[in-house]
Nanobody, 114 residues
Framework: VQLQAFGGGLVQAGGSLRLSCAASGINFAINRMYWYRQAPGKQRELVAA???????NYADSVKGRFTISRDNVRRTVFLQMNSLKPEDTAAYYC?????????WGQGTLVTVSS
């Protein structure tokens, strides 16, 4: 299983970024996919999740600002991040679970300046 995340960068507060995560080695269409983030000195936290049917869940801190989506043909999961805040600064990781094992992408850094 390989997960490759892209799209991080430096953005001003109020701006937007779109993260992508390409998956291989799994039956992508049936896998629930996740985005996590980890800020410096803090624990990794779940940001958003999307099921195979497209239903999504979000952390309270990002509701109304972030949107998770998936393209089963391209085997890619996305995280559209709008109205970014400095507290969104973190390394963002995509994740999936296969046979009870967690798989992680390499992380992509998002920095939001005030």
């Amino acid at each position: 299983v390989q997960l490759q995340a892209f799209g991080g960068g430096l953005v001003q507060a109020g701006g937007s970024l779109r993260l992508s995560c390409a998956a291989s080695g799994i039956n992508f269409a049936i896998n629930r996919m996740y985005w996590y983030r980890q800020a410096p000195g803090k624990q990794r936290e779940l940001v958003a999740a999307i099921s195979s049917d497209g239903s999504a869940n979000y952390a309270d801190s990002v509701k109304g600002r972030f949107t998770i989506s998936r393209d089963n043909v391209r085997r890619t999961v996305f995280l559209q991040m709008n109205s970014l805040k400095p507290e969104d600064t973190a390394a963002y990781y995509c994740n999936t679970v296969r046979q009870s094992r967690h798989y992680w992408g390499q992380g992509t850094l998002v920095t939001v300046s005030s």
